[in-house]
């Protein structure tokens, strides 16, 4: 349970009441260990599931992300912060395998990659092991969620819940609704959303959302921008921060989301956005995937 502090926030968080208590997510990775992160600060129970290798560098990162919320949030109360830090910890469990977890979970959320095979089949055993009440959703950025979705007998009770990068900072959640999605689930996921701190917004089931949508064609012409040699990358960084105000560039953000992503994006016939990239596919066969593997456009520590 939360002591004092971990309340607070959770209380300060939390705008809306949801009767959604237990989580399971599947995929301990950036995205997956931030929405345990912030389900678990708001004292939600959580199961994150991943490969037993994958679960040490989550535990890690969700630990260093925790301390940073609490550095900032408690800073005059140290005692406080260390409550909520080992409250959000205790709030979460990393698993290899789901073992009772699916059976009470009140909310399922996909976070694995990209891979439409990997997160139908993911969702088919949820669909058999989950009680009646269980909602699932895809935090795909990519994909359609009613591909995801489409062998799910309980097609009222799916949707999207599409988080952005770093969780525990955006302040946004993405709410999607299929054809299928029944408003109360859609309400379900809002309220839930709000529960744990974020600001939602709603969108119906295209590729992209809202937020991906647009900055989709950004994102090209900047690669474009460089590959015509009208501008070096480091400069495009550079203009857009100091001159439209944007807090990163796009050739840092593209390091920060991972270009493997987007090398992904552009082979998705079904973008609208796609385009290849000379300049991307090359740092991708050379492993340089940006922030998460110490290199991209930029090198890191
Ligand atoms: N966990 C907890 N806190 C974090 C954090 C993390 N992972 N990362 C940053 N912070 C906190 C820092 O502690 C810091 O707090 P203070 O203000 O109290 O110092 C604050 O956030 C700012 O961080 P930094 O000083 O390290 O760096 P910054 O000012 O450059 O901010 C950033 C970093 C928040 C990432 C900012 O650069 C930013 O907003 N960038 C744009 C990110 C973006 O566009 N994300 C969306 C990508 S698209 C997407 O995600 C969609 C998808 O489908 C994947």
Redesign the pocket.
């Known amino acids: 349970m939360l002591g004092i502090g971990g309340k607070m926030l959770a209380r300060k968080m939390a705008t809306t009441a949801s009767p959604i208590n237990e989580v399971v997510i599947f995929g301990a990775g950036l995205?997956g260990s931030?929405i345990a992160q912030v389900s678990g600060q708001t004292n939600h129970k959580v199961t994150l599931i991943d490969r037993e290798e994958v679960l040490p560098t989550a535990q890690k990162m969700i630990a260093a992300?925790v301390n940073?919320?609490a550095k900032?949030a408690f800073k005059n109360d140290q005692e406080a912060g260390r409550a909520f830090i080992e409250d959000t910890i205790g709030n979460i469990k990393l698993v290899s395998d789901p073992g009772q977890a699916l059976l009470t979970a009140d909310l399922v959320i996909e976070a694995v990659t990209e891979n439409l095979k990997l997160k139908q089949d993911l969702f088919k055993r949820c669909d058999d092991e989950c009680p009646e009440k269980t909602i699932l959703a895809t935090n795909t950025?990519t994909l359609r969620v009613t591909d995801i979705m489409k062998d799910i007998r309980r097609q009222d009770r799916t949707g999207g819940l599409?988080f952005?990068?770093?969780v525990?900072?955006?302040k946004l959640l993405e709410v999607i609704k299929t054809d299928h999605t029944s408003p109360e689930t859609f309400d379900a996921m809002t309220a839930w959303g709000r529960a744990i701190g974020k600001h939602t917004v709603a969108c119906r089931d295209t590729i992209g959302f809202i937020?991906?949508r647009l900055?989709g064609p950004y994102i090209q012409e900047a690669i474009a921008m460089v590959e015509r040699g009208d501008a070096t990358f480091e400069d495009v960084d550079v203009a857009m921060k100091l001159g439209a105000g944007y807090?990163?560039g796009p050739f840092q953000?593209l390091d920060?989301?991972g270009l493997d992503?987007h090398k992904f994006i552009n082979e998705n016939p079904d973008h609208p956005f796609r385009k290849q990239s000379e300049m991307i596919n090359k740092l991708v066969a050379e492993g340089k995937l940006g922030v998460k593997t110490g290199e991209g456009f930029y090198k890191y520590k």
Do not use: E, I, Q
């Open positions: 995205m931030g992300s940073r919320v900032k950025s599409h952005f990068n770093p525990p900072v955006m937020v991906n900055l807090p990163m953000l920060y989301t992503l």
